[in-house]
């Protein structure tokens, strides 16, 4: 679990790269998880990938790669605030590897409706191929609640 205090100085934090490979076979997992049955995401021998599938990185992070981890939320608080895909040109198909970097782009509070104090954090990964060239990102926000749901 997190701390109890987000650390503010944490903005501009930035992971390691990694690389992820995307596989045929996991596209079609993720469209069928996805109740689709698009052909070019099950039955391409090289497809793309649906445009929430990008998600998966989080398989590829652990907590002590993940720099949302290490800003200090309090994961018993924990709300998924929102999630933004941007494809800066066509989206990646199986067969490329992506390098990943995640960065925490913004901490920032509001006070809640309902009593305490929200933290929220957004943070950008960034996807690029093998030559480099920025393919696509994901911005997503966490909102740290100010108390624990009952």
Sequence with gaps: MGSEVV???KVGLTDEAATMPVERGKIREFARACMSDDPDYVESPSPVVPPTFLTTV???????????AQVGLDLRRLLHGAQEYVFHGPP?????????RTRVDAIYE????RGGTMTFVETVTEFRDAEGTLVAEAR???IETGKVAS
Excluded: I, V
């Design 7 to 9: 650390d503010h100085d």
């Design 58 to 68: 989080n398989f590829w992070m652990t907590s002590e790669t993940s720099p949302l």
């Design 92 to 100: 990646p198909r199986a067969g490329d590897e992506l390098t990943f």
């Design 110 to 113: 509001k006070e809640g409706k």
């Design 140 to 142: 997503s926000t966490a």
